[in-house]
Nanobody, 116 residues
Framework: QVHFVESGGGLVQPGGSLRLSCAAS????????MGWYRQAPGKQRELVAQ???????NYADSVKGRFTIARDSAENTVYLQMHSLKPEDTAVYYC??????????WGQGTQVTVSS
């Protein structure tokens, strides 16, 4: 079982910035991929960004150029720097970790609200 500590969500005005962080612990096998998904009310959970142990990244088209994902592999911590936030970025953001055994674990989620 993997445990997560997520932080950084909150309320921000359009055009503002937020930084999410997620620290994973407790895995008995290496974590290969960490990342963020989000889910807005009435919508399906969607990928935001992912990063591998070798720092290869993958972003949703809707956040490219505005969001940056980074990772401290030694600490199994992932960060999501979000700039130029829009109201449509409002969602619960979930951290995930994928292990070498092919398991995916999810954090509890942190709310991001973009509103004036």
């Amino acid at each position: 079982q993997v445990h997560f500590v997520e932080s950084g969500g909150g309320l921000v005005q359009p055009g503002g910035s937020l930084r999410l962080s997620c620290a994973a612990s407790g895995s008995i096998v290496p974590i290969l991929v960490m990342g963020w998904y989000r889910q807005a009310p009435g919508k399906q959970r969607e990928l935001v960004a992912q990063i591998t142990r070798s720092s290869r990244t993958n972003y949703a088209d809707s956040v490219k150029g505005r969001f940056t994902i980074a990772r401290d592999s030694a600490e199994n911590t992932v960060y999501l720097q979000m700039h130029s936030l829009k109201p449509e970025d409002t969602a619960v953001y979930y951290c995930h970790a994928d292990t070498t055994w092919g398991e995916r674990f999810w954090g509890q989620g942190t709310q991001v609200t973009v509103s004036s």
